[in-house]
């Protein structure tokens, strides 16, 4: 099996070796507005460079002249398995809308995922934002991601969960990577960035539409979830961070009495960007009062640790340990490689390796389709 692994990354770095080339275009919503290469905000399509992250950070607006008029886009995906579960699609095909528009000092998003894998359509991300330029404050209200340091749904650099971000805890079924409905607010002093987020609900189903897990319970906020982040650069290239949350949930469990289960998540995180590499950790530690209704207080910790090299501005290569425990301990390590096939498309290739398990093999094609055909 590692053999297999190790000749489809050989064959894989030899395609993008000899594509590197080719400039990274994404979905032009912004390109077009601003007369702007994608390139300019992105490395491999949907990741973005440091560039694109402080545009997002700002409110997607620039001190620039605009131009056209496109407002949507649609960034199409297949997922491939080589070993499908019974019941799945070894191909599994799906897509996702994407929306902004600038209404005064008010910018609006829309991240509208068309379903796949059977599952239903719905809207993943969708919210309002302003940027104040004097105090370098972001404000956004609705459905929003969490303001993690790898984002679960949009600009994801593989196709697996990172550790603890969608573990559940008992009968908790919040993980960090739903989008929550509230209101979030970042602020920049000096070279740190502040978040700070009020929640009282979430996203329930998966980023691309895939068709929702039943599991007998229904869950909702008993308060409000606070969240707090900061992350601070300590040296060129370097950054550490840290983030708490704090919430209350109400649980029904089939024939079960509704009960709540007070919890506390808080992680610290470390990043850095020499050159070609790029490493990450995050590690997560959490607390829930009541996981099964019987007043059963459980503990649960997970994390990950990920190293990439970017071979080429629009191609990289990366391995990753994912850990967490909740209480029962999983372990993996996933192996993959992404390079742009053409000016707006991406093929990943990804090894998923349960520390003790099979391994599973897959990949996805992800295609933007951008107007107009000349950007």
Wanted: aromatic residues 12%; positive net charge; proline residues 6%.
């Amino acid at each position: 099996m590692r053999s297999k692994i190790v000749a489809a990354f050989a064959v894989a770095l030899g395609i993008y070796v000899m594509l590197s080339t080719l400039p990274a275009r994404a979905i032009p919503i912004f390109a077009q507005r601003y007369h702007l290469q994608c390139g300019q905000c992105h490395s491999v399509l949907p990741e973005l460079n440091q560039f694109g992250e402080k545009f997002r950070r700002e409110g997607y607006r620039l001190p620039l002249e605009k131009h056209g008029t496109t407002g949507i886009a649609i960034r199409y995906q297949v997922e491939w398995d080589k070993d499908p579960v019974p019941g799945s699609r070894r191909f599994a095909p799906g897509g996702i809308v994407l929306g902004n528009a600038d209404i005064g000092a008010i910018t609006a998003f829309v991240h509208y995922s068309l379903g796949a894998g059977g599952g239903p359509s719905g809207l993943f991300l969708g919210y309002l934002a302003t940027y104040d330029k004097h105090t370098k404050t972001l404000y956004r209200g609705g459905l929003f991601e969490l303001p993690l340091a790898q984002s679960p749904g949009q600009r994801m650099d593989d196709l697996a969960p990172y550790g603890y971000y969608g573990a559940h805890v008992g009968l908790n079924d919040l993980p960090l990577s739903s989008p929550r409905w509230g209101l979030q607010i970042e602020r920049t002093v000096g070279a740190a960035r502040f978040d700070v987020t009020a929640a009282l609900g979430e996203f329930k189903g998966a980023a691309y539409g895939g068709r929702p897990i039943p599991t007998g319970v229904i869950s909702s906020a008993a308060s409000p979830e606070l969240g707090f982040f900061v992350r601070t650069p300590v040296a060129r290239g370097i950054e550490i961070g840290g983030e708490a949350i704090s919430g209350k949930r109400s649980i029904a469990a089939t024939a079960r009495p509704i009960f709540d289960d007070a919890y506390t998540r808080m992680g610290l995180l470390a990043h850095a960007r020499i050159d070609r590499f790029d490493f990450q950790a995050e590690q997560w530690w959490g607390r829930d009062d009541d996981v099964d209704g019987f007043g059963t207080l459980q503990g649960s910790s997970g994390g990950y640790a990920r190293l990439k090299f970017y071979p080429t501005l629009h191609s990289y290569i990366g391995i990753r340990y994912d850990a967490f425990a909740n209480p029962f301990v999983t372990r993996d390590i996933v192996y993959y490689g992404a390079f742009h096939v053409t000016k707006h498309a991406r093929l990943l290739l990804q090894q998923v390796q349960p520390i003790g398990g099979k391994g599973e093999l897959g990949g996805a094609f992800t295609i933007g389709f951008p107007w107009p055909a000349n950007l």
